[in-house]
């Protein structure tokens, strides 16, 4: 079953909402959490999320999806040229609806369009 737009942004949500909760607790315990196995629960559900959109492994969509999460901080550190295609056409990840696009245009084909 793959996820639509919607759902899609919806979980991106959800993950979003969860790292800042385990921000918080690192900023109010100072102990490092990536460490401890709620950390673990991230990734998981990240690794979830590139199931359900069925991102093939030999394609680059698990890369684009964690340079999105932990690189661009879910896209609020993008600035306009900073992800390049391999032909060098600019790759726009400012928000969850241009991730989503470059995740199906990796595999050829659009997810459950709505």
């Known amino acids: ?20 909760a385990v921000d918080k607790m690192e900023d109010a ?18 690794a979830f999320l590139s199931n359900m959109c069925d991102i093939p492994r030999e394609y680059h969509g ?17 600035t306009p040229g900073c992800v390049t295609e391999a032909n060098g056409d600019i790759c726009p990840l400012s928000n969850p609806d241009e991730l989503y696009d470059d995740l199906c245009k990796s595999w050829g084909a659009y997810v459950a369009k709505e």
């Open 62 to 78: 698990d890369d684009a999806l964690s340079y999105y999460v932990y690189d661009l901080d879910f896209g609020a550190k993008y």
């Open 29 to 46: 315990t100072h102990f490092h959490i990536v460490d401890s196995p709620l950390y673990t629960i991230i990734n998981d559900f990240m």
């Open 1 to 20: 079953m793959r996820l639509s737009r919607t759902e899609f942004k919806e979980k991106l949500q959800q993950l979003e909402a969860a790292m800042s």
